[in-house]
C-alpha cells in the first residue's frame, strides 16, 4: 500500500522565493496534518485539516504560511516569502479519525528544505 | 494531552530487550498512551498504543501500569535497526487533539 506522499523530498531555494510543498495523504484517511521538525523546536504541528477543512492552524507561525486542501487526496503547504528561519524538514502525516477508535498518524518521508 | 517524561537518551546491547520507559503521572481516564519512533532523516513510525492493557504487536510490547501513570516500551530482541528517537504521546482517541511529540528518548542500539 502506498503510504503518505510528498514532494519534492528536498527543495533549495533562496530568500524571498515563494515555496509550495505537497503532500498526498493515504486513501481513506480523512485527517492530514502538516509538521515542522527543526533541532532547536523539535517536531511542531503547524496546521490539521479534517474532510479537507482546516481545523486548528494555531501552530502556523506567521502569514507567510498558507496551506490548502482541496480534495481528499491533496494538500499544500506554501511559503511566500521564504526565510532562512523557515529552512527545517516538513512533514505531512494523515490519519483516519473514527469515534471510539484510536487515531494513529501515519507520516509521509518528508520535505528537507534549505532556504539560502 | 498530559504531559509525559522520558530518558534522553538510552544504549542497549544488540540482540537484548530494550525497555523505554515513559512517565504519565497526570494521565486522565480516556487518554491512551502511543509510541512513536523516528529514525534519522525518516519521517515519525507508529509503533503501539494502549489504554490500559498490555498489548503486543509485531513490532513491540507496551506494558502499561495499572495506576497508568507509566509504561514501559519492549523491543524484544533490538537490532540495529531500531536505533531511533522514541515518543511516548498520550491523548484521546476521539476527535482532534494537538499532539505534542516532546524531545523522547535516542535509543543507541550497539553492536
Known amino acids: 500500500d502506498a503510504g503518505v506522499i510528498q514532494s519534492p523530498r528536498h527543495e533549495v531555494t533562496e530568500m524571498g522565493q515563494e515555496v509550495t510543498l505537497r503532500c498526498k495523504p493515504i486513501?481513506?484517511?480523512?485527517?492530514l496534518f502538516w509538521y515542522r521538525q527543526t533541532m532547536m523546536r523539535g517536531l511542531e504541528l503547524l496546521i490539521y485539516?479534517?474532510?479537507?477543512?482546516?481545523?486548528?492552524d494555531s501552530g502556523m507561525p506567521e502569514d507567510r504560511f498558507s496551506a490548502k486542501m482541496p480534495n481528499a487526496s491533496f494538500s499544500t503547504l506554501k511559503i511566500q516569502p521564504s526565510e532562512p528561519r523557515d529552512s527545517a524538514v516538513y512533514f505531512c502525516?494523515?490519519?483516519?479519525?473514527?469515534?471510539?477508535?484510536?487515531?494513529?498518524?501515519?507520516f509521509g518521508p518528508g520535505t528537507r528544505l534549505l532556504v539560502l | 494531552d498530559a504531559k509525559t517524561t522520558q530518558p534522553t537518551s538510552m544504549d542497549c546491547a544488540e540482540g537484548r530487550a530494550a525497555n523505554l520507559p515513559c512517565n504519565h503521572s497526570?494521565?486522565?481516564?480516556?487518554?491512551?498512551v502511543y509510541w512513536y519512533r523516528q529514525i534519522h532523516s525518516q519521517g515519525p513510525q507508529y509503533i503501539i498504543h494502549?489504554?490500559?492493557n498490555n498489548e503486543t504487536n509485531e513490532m513491540a510490547s507496551l506494558i502499561i501500569t495499572e495506576d497508568r501513570k507509566s509504561s514501559t516500551l519492549i523491543l524484544p530482541h533490538a537490532t540495529l535497526r531500531d536505533t531511533a528517537v522514541y515518543y511516548c504521546?498520550?491523548?484521546?482517541?476521539?476527535?482532534?487533539?494537538?499532539?505534542?511529540f516532546g524531545i523522547g528518548t535516542k535509543l543507541q542500539v550497539i553492536p
Open positions: 486513501s481513506g484517511h480523512n485527517s
Open positions: 494502549g489504554l490500559k
Open positions: 504521546i498520550v491523548r484521546v482517541p476521539r476527535g482532534y487533539q494537538k499532539v505534542t
Open positions: 502525516a494523515s490519519s483516519l479519525a473514527r469515534t471510539g477508535a484510536g487515531e494513529t498518524q501515519y
Open positions: 485539516f479534517n474532510n479537507n477543512v482546516p481545523i486548528d
Open positions: 497526570t494521565i486522565s481516564g480516556n487518554e491512551y
